[in-house]
Each structure stands twice: as C-alpha cells, then as structure tokens.
C-alpha cells in the first residue's frame, strides 16, 4: 500500500554514529505503527525498535536498547533510526516496514516479521574500522 523507501547507510567506524530515514511514498503513515529490523548475511530479520502512530510510545530490542533510538515525522512521512556506538556486530541491512492496523500496538504485536505489511528496500550499514 506504501512504498518506503530508506537511506542513511554506509561505512562508519566502531564507536561512531549513523542516523537512518524511512520515508514513505504514495500514503500516509501517520495510521501506520513503523517497525526498524536488520539482516546480517546468511542470519534472519530481526526486531530492532518500533514506534506507535503518534510517535508516543517506542519499543527497542535488548540487544540494541540504549544504543538506537526510533523517532518519527508524520508531517513529513518520515520515521527515523539514531544509533550510536555502532559495533562491527551491528553490520547488517537495514529495514524499515509499516503495519497497516494501528489497532494493535503492543510490543508483542510489532516485534513479529509477519505482522508487517509493507517494508522497504533496505540499507547497508557496515561498523569497520
């Protein structure tokens, strides 16, 4: 239903920091709670962070809490993910999907693969010194 679009990555040292965009093209997302997940090559989509509609309630994986932070724009159809002190396990593509029910916004509900719509085409983020 939308098409979403992120980009943001590249090559960045351990330690650093990099912030993602996800933006959404030909509808609104501001009905639409956003998932962030990643894949490292050979390994699984996993769960990083979700955000409710109105940007008023996040979730974040264990694995990455403290590190990345997810925020949202629905002005500009936009939501975000700032990491920092990325570290060479954090190399992966990147992914942002969309959810087109709001009615169930709970973490159990957003945390699942399957319980996303619409994803984007991902992008590649490398930790390297």
């Known amino acids: 239903q939308v098409h979403l679009v992120e980009f943001g990555g590249g090559l960045v040292q351990p330690g650093g920091s990099l912030s993602l965009t996800c933006e959404g093209f030909?509808?609104?997302?501001?009905?639409?709670?956003m998932g962030w997940f990643r894949q490292a090559p050979g390994k699984g989509r996993d769960f990083l962070g979700a955000i409710t509609t109105d940007g008023g309630r996040t979730y974040e994986a264990d694995s990455v809490k403290g590190r990345f932070t997810i925020s949202r724009d629905n002005a500009k159809n936009q939501v975000y993910l700032h990491m920092v002190n990325l570290k060479p396990e954090d190399t992966a593509v990147y992914y942002c999907?969309?959810?087109?029910?709001?009615?169930?916004?709970?973490?159990?509900?957003?945390?699942?693969?399957?319980?996303?719509?619409?994803w984007g085409q991902g992008t590649q983020v490398t930790v390297s010194s």
């Open positions: 999907a969309a959810r087109r029910s709001p009615i169930d916004q709970t973490l159990l509900t957003l945390a699942v693969v399957a319980n996303y719509d619409d």
């Open positions: 030909g509808h609104p997302i501001d009905d639409y709670p």
